[in-house]
């Protein structure tokens, strides 16, 4: 009995795959990492632009197939090719720039139904011809796919980076609207060019890359940058740390603070930051350019009655709501603004211009 | 208490096995189903008030399990009642147990079915959960419900996963807000029979007064037990409720399984496919019990409460069979699935309701009646 009991364990050890009808062999499949959607042509058709994984001395292949929906889109694939194509490894979807405009819930919907992909997909906006620049690529570096995946991950604190769990709560959420990275295709290079603004599911506006800092400091509540530029003042802030407080009252409307801090790291302007008067001064024009900035970034939003970072939500108090269902939509453009910067800037006297 | 069972376990169930026993009858089911129901944030203060009412119900079972009448099994059931009413009763109580147990089950496998293998049907894994529960069985109830505590340790630690959504910077409390309701939901008697089918469960403890050591001091366990349940409705409520907002949450079925899938951790991604398995354990203790609780009701229901031996094997084939025929032919569809645990609802509701409280005003009758003569 004992040795029976035991043989049948073994044999359930070796796996399930004797109960499943789909085959999960690895030799079998496809797995693939990277899915491009792109608007295709006529009405509601759409592209599906994947990578094949390469197997031994296979070269990897970009392939592409059209049709209604994302799953006949696999099925074409898949019928065309030796191996059956899976997205359980599925890890980043671009999204072309007119395919975004027009909206892609739909899409989007049908990766959250499917239990193999996972919720933490990137997903991104592309601008230009990404289909034929991961042609050219894939040719020149054999990984770019994975290196592509591997910029998303270490990128997830100084750029917009989201995935679809973070955009589909935005989304349902009535005080907020997603916003996705937006890549650009230049030449031989993808570039990053700021975020996509989107209100339900179409984009409406981008920010671009050099506002896009900016753009952070607002929406996150503790951020950290690198380097700032501000071309105006010919001034590049360095080290750069930040954390945002927003709160609304019923007078005054929403208030946005920003304690920004950081250290002059390269300064082209003609001011003497040795002299504390002229230091004074300079602080102050930095100080009223960032809010200048940040404020017209909003004045933006409201036109377009779009609220990307999450403003509506300060709105909300333990015992009230006082936009309840979506009213924070139609008011949000008429709401007034007031953004407050206050600015620690270190490292100004070591820098003076020559005499 | 049987023979061939203190002979295999060495020892009856101390008191304190209660609160294990309340806390993993409670959540089984609901653990994952609740976040479906509570839709707004301020729902966590019905969360706490129900279980306020489920500390007082406890109450009146542990009194009823403190009766001579319940420490003696069988026989104080039949003092209580009389034998022909206890006979009667086990008819309409083998079909709630069989119902029960089905709808626990099938919501279970259609979980793993949904996640895990969706290429494959959701009762091929009932012969699985079957051997697994028969066997736990076939050692007799007093080790079945020790096994509870293998399977409040296999499960407990899926709770700590959720800890991370609940605190900054993942979380914004302000998804929370308003705490305070400016007008209830209109759906909030259907979200109280929930929530009180979520603390549901104890009162099958009530048919096993005879397997406590001694059942003193049995209140305080239970009520354990049920805040630990509190507890953990709370903290998979709120994790759920900040990871996705009260507006995504409502769109998700199950988003307690969904959320699992979302965590990552360093070394380790796709966390469903070892938590869902690990859930399993609670369905395999529930499972045996149950197919226990049936051997003893067919045992009465064919007068041969007696006995000591007999009927285990009828049980388990009788519920591997209901089940099956139930997944088949009443279970297909999702709108059909709703349909029965709203079913499971009323049904565990009214039980854990009405069993206590009965069964403790029944002892009493008789005690003031034996007084009286």
Redesign the interface.
């Known amino acids: 009995m004992r040795f029976i009991i035991a043989l049948g364990l073994t044999l359930m050890l070796a796996g ?1 795959s004797w ?4 085959t999960n062999v690895l030799e079998e499949i496809s797995p693939t990492i990277l899915l491009y959607l792109d608007a295709g042509g006529s009405g509601e058709e759409t592209e599906s632009t994947i990578v094949l994984p390469a197997v031994k001395n296979e070269k990897k292949q970009v392939v592409t197939a059209r049709g209604w929906s994302l799953k006949e889109h696999r099925q074409k694939l898949t019928f065309g090719h030796s191996r059956e194509f899976k997205s359980g490894q599925l890890r980043m979807l671009f999204f072309s720039e007119e395919l975004a405009r027009r909206g892609i819930i739909r899409h989007l919907n049908t990766m959250l139904l499917d ?2 992909i ?3 997909l990137y997903m991104a906006v592309v601008r230009g011809d990404f289909a034929g620049f991961l042609r050219e690529q894939i040719l020149l570096q054999k990984n770019y796919d994975r290196i592509l995946y591997k910029m998303f991950r270490h990128y997830e604190n100084m750029m917009t980076v989201q995935n679809l ?1 973070m955009f ?2 935005d ?4 005080y907020a609207d997603p916003n996705l990275p937006l890549f650009a295709v230049r030449g031989d290079q993808l570039v990053y060019t700021g975020t996509a603004l989107f209100r339900d599911d179409r984009m409406v506006a981008d920010v671009p890359a050099e506002m896009d800092c900016f753009f952070q400091m607002v929406d996150s ?2 951020g950290s940058f690198p380097a700032v530029t501000m071309p105006d003042l010919e001034v590049v802030l360095g080290k750069v740390t930040t954390s945002r407080g927003i709160s609304y009252d019923d007078e005054r409307g929403v208030v946005i603070t920003l304690h920004v801090e950081g250290q002059v790291d390269e300064y082209g302007g003609d001011k003497n930051l040795g002299d504390p008067r002229e230091a004074e001064q300079f602080i102050r024009d930095v100080k009223e350019d960032l809010e200048e900035r940040v404020r017209g970034l909003i004045r933006s939003w409201q036109k377009l009655s779009i609220d990307p970072a ?1 403003i509506g ?2 709105t ?6 006082r936009f ?1 269902g979506g009213e924070w939509r139609r008011r949000w453009p008429e709401i007034p603004v007031t953004v407050r910067v206050d600015l620690g800037l270190t490292n100004l006297g070591m820098i003076k211009p020559v005499e | 208490m049987r023979t061939e069972e203190r002979g295999a376990s060495g020892g009856l169930w101390p008191a304190s096995l209660g609160w294990l026993l309340v806390n993993r009858f409670q959540v089984a089911l609901y653990v994952l189903f609740l976040p479906d129901v509570l839709i707004h944030p301020y729902m966590i203060w019905i969360i706490l008030l129900v279980g306020v009412l489920s500390h007082f119900n406890l109450r009146i079972l542990s009194k009823w399990l403190q009766t001579e009448e319940a420490r003696l099994g069988y026989e104080g059931f039949v003092r209580v009642l009389g034998g022909r009413a206890v006979r009667l009763l086990a008819v309409p109580a083998a079909v709630v147990i069989l119902l029960e147990s089905s709808i626990l089950t099938l919501d279970y496998l259609e979980v793993s079915h ?2 895990l ?4 049907s959701k009762l ?1 894994f009932l012969p699985l959960l079957w051997l697994a529960s028969v066997y736990l069985a076939s050692q007799g109830m007093i080790l079945t419900g020790r096994f509870v505590i293998i399977a409040f340790i296999g499960s407990l630690w899926i709770m700590t996963l959720f800890l991370q959504f609940l605190f ?2 993942v979380a ?1 409390y ?2 929370l ?4 309701p ?1 007008k209830w939901d209109d759906n909030i008697p259907y979200i109280l029979l929930t929530l009180w089918a979520a603390m549901a469960g104890p009162q099958y403890l009530a048919f096993t007064g005879s397997r406590f050591a001694s059942t003193s001091g049995m209140f305080r366990w239970l009520a354990l037990g049920n805040a630990l349940s509190v507890l953990e409705y709370v903290v998979f409520f709120l994790a759920v409720t900040l ?3 009260p ?2 949450m409502r ?1 998700l079925d199950y988003p307690v399984v ?1 959320l699992v ?2 965590i ?1 951790l360093p070394f380790f ?2 966390l469903e496919t070892i938590v869902v398995p690990f859930h399993m354990i609670v369905y395999i203790f529930l499972d045996a019990f149950f197919i226990l609780i049936l051997r003893d009701v067919l045992r009465i229901a064919t007068g041969n409460a007696g006995q000591a031996k007999g009927f285990f094997g009828l049980a388990a084939v009788l519920w591997l069979v209901f089940i099956y025929l139930f997944g088949k032919y009443f279970w297909a569809s999702e709108t059909r699935h709703l349909f029965w645990i709203h079913f499971n609802s009323w049904l565990t509701g009214a039980a854990y309701a009405l069993v206590p409280s009965f069964l403790a005003l029944a002892a009493l009758w008789r005690k003031r009646k034996r007084k009286r003569s």
């Open positions: 399930c109960l499943d009808p789909a239990q193999e996972s919720n933490r769990h589909l709560k989304y349902y959420s009535s509540e503790h999450r939500l300060s909300l108090t333990l015992f009230r709501e309840p | 949904h996640v293998f969706p290429s494959v091929t900054p910077p914004d302000a998804m807000l308003p705490l305070v400016q990871a996705f907002g507006e995504y769109k969904q899938r979302y990552e991604e796709r």
